[in-house]
């Protein structure tokens, strides 16, 4: 089944998609409202426009922009940047399926792992990525900046 252009049971229209310039507003709105220390809107349009090595997805509901997820290539690996989901949309397998569509440009490119670092505090994420088959390899202390948290460094084989 092709995550583009599901239906969900309550008939919103979800649909998965590369991001665009024209999605940053909406990009930086979630990510201000999801991370402590958030990216600068010129460091997503740089993402899109200019960094040859990014890759962007976000997830619309009807046709609204309502989260995201970018990695990096890095030879035939891909590290993720960030992934985010607006609140008031969080619990609802959304950010499933932009996992989910992370994987397969992995396969469909032939990558062979993705890397991620992830606050050791933030569980919910953690959880989410062990469910993909992350597995914490190791610890960047003081990498946050903002909180001087710890940093689990995830890894997952393809």
Same mark, same amino acid.
């Given at each position: 089944?092709?995550?583009?252009?599901?239906?969900?049971?309550?008939?919103?229209?979800?649909?998965?998609?590369?991001?665009?310039?024209?999605?940053?507003?909406?990009? @930086? =709105?979630?990510?201000?409202?999801?991370?402590?220390?958030?990216? %600068?809107? #010129?460091?997503?349009?740089?993402?899109? !426009?200019?960094?040859?090595?990014?890759?962007?997805?976000?997830?619309?509901?009807?046709?609204?922009?309502?989260?995201?997820?970018?990695?990096?290539?890095?030879?035939?690996?891909?590290?993720?940047?960030?992934?985010?989901?607006?609140?008031?949309?969080?619990?609802?397998?959304?950010?499933?399926?932009?996992?989910?569509?992370? @994987? =397969?440009?992995?396969?469909?490119?032939?990558?062979?792992?993705? %890397?991620? #670092?992830?606050?050791?505090?933030?569980? !919910?994420?953690?959880?989410?990525?062990?469910?993909?088959?992350?597995?914490?390899?190791?610890?960047?202390?003081?990498?946050?900046?903002?909180?001087?948290?710890?940093?689990?460094?995830?890894?997952?084989?393809?």
């Amino acid at each position: 089944m092709s995550l583009n252009n599901i239906k969900s049971v309550d008939t919103n229209v979800i649909e998965l998609r590369r991001m665009t310039v024209t999605d940053v507003d909406s990009v @930086f =709105e979630i990510e201000t409202l999801s991370f402590k220390s958030p990216w %600068t809107k #010129e460091a997503f349009v740089n993402e899109v !426009v200019k960094n040859q090595l990014a890759v962007y997805f976000v997830v619309t509901l009807d046709a609204l922009v309502v989260g995201y997820a970018g990695m990096w290539t890095v030879v035939d690996e891909l590290h993720i940047t960030n992934v985010a989901i607006t609140p008031d949309q969080r619990g609802k397998g959304l950010s499933n399926r932009l996992m989910e569509r992370l @994987f =397969e440009f992995a396969i469909e490119n032939k990558f062979t792992s993705m %890397t991620l #670092e992830v606050r050791t505090t933030n569980a !919910v994420a953690i959880s989410l990525y062990e469910k993909y088959g992350f597995k914490g390899l190791g610890v960047r202390k003081g990498y946050y900046q903002d909180t001087n948290e710890d940093a689990l460094i995830m890894w997952k084989e393809f």
